[in-house]
């Protein structure tokens, strides 16, 4: 099985850099994905990592270690649009298909 | 627009009933992910398809059953509806079995259980 772990709720200034963290227990690491989630809309993809170090895409980037089963994602210059939640994924190698098994999200309030 | 259509968008039953959810997924995508996400227990997998057949299979309901059609289009099932069964229900798809392909999702299907 999995067990991924997120902190639930971060608050953040506009203009600043945040990090939400995620922590992971799998048997056997296949890709870990971070998504973006709106209030009561659908999740978008944002960003992948399988191999370790960071991964960087315009105002957002995503780091992996392997080695200790963690990952986070850095929002940098903070835009009131980017409140929502953010979900960190994984794929485990033990499943024949692509299931991604998601923590609870972490729901990021950015204040002016 | 993720290109995956679910339709209808809200969805209001009673206990006990039967409802079916639907999903076209992306142009050219031959898996079809579905997912629950509820208040307390976040985005659950439920079950996957590829290319018609079954791929891969989460903590699913005996109560819920799912198929992908020949046209890629899929259908989510659920029978004896219960109370703990209202939820957003999403749809992702992606290009095919790949692990290296993330998944993208549609508006989902806000089911309500009066």
């Known amino acids: 099985g999995q067990n991924i772990d997120q902190p639930t709720e971060m608050t953040a200034t506009e203009g600043a850099i945040v990090q939400i963290n995620c922590t992971y227990q799998?048997?056997?690491?296949?890709?870990l994905f971070w998504y973006q989630q709106h209030a009561g809309e659908a999740p978008t993809f944002l960003s992948y990592?399988?191999?370790?170090g960071l991964e960087e895409k315009g105002r957002f980037s995503s780091f992996l270690s392997r080695s200790k089963g963690y990952s986070y994602l850095l929002l940098k210059e903070l835009q009131m649009k980017d409140s929502a939640s953010y979900l960190c994924?994984?794929?485990?190698?033990?499943?024949?298909?692509?299931?991604?098994?998601f923590g609870g999200g972490t729901r990021l309030m950015v204040k002016p | 627009d993720s290109g995956v259509t679910q339709t209808p968008k809200h969805l209001i039953t009673a206990t006990g009933q039967r409802v079916t959810l639907r999903c076209s997924p992306r142009?050219?995508?031959?898996?079809v992910y579905w997912y629950q996400q509820s208040l307390d227990q976040g985005l659950q997998f439920l079950i996957q398809?590829?290319?018609?057949?079954?791929?891969a299979k989460g903590n699913i309901l005996e109560r819920f059953s799912a198929q992908q059609f020949p046209d890629l289009h899929s259908e989510l099932n659920l029978s004896s509806l219960e109370l703990g069964d209202s939820a957003l229900y999403f749809c992702?798809?992606?290009?095919?079995?790949?692990?290296?392909?993330?998944?993208?999702f549609g508006d989902g299907t806000r089911l309500s259980i009066l």
């Open positions: 992702a798809s992606s290009p095919g079995g790949s692990q290296f392909q993330p998944q993208h």
């Open positions: 799998t048997s056997g690491f296949n890709g």
């Open positions: 990592n399988v191999l370790d």
């Open positions: 994924a994984v794929r485990d190698l033990g499943n024949a298909g692509n299931m991604l098994t």
């Open positions: 142009s050219g995508d031959l898996s």
């Open positions: 398809y590829y290319n018609g057949e079954e791929r």
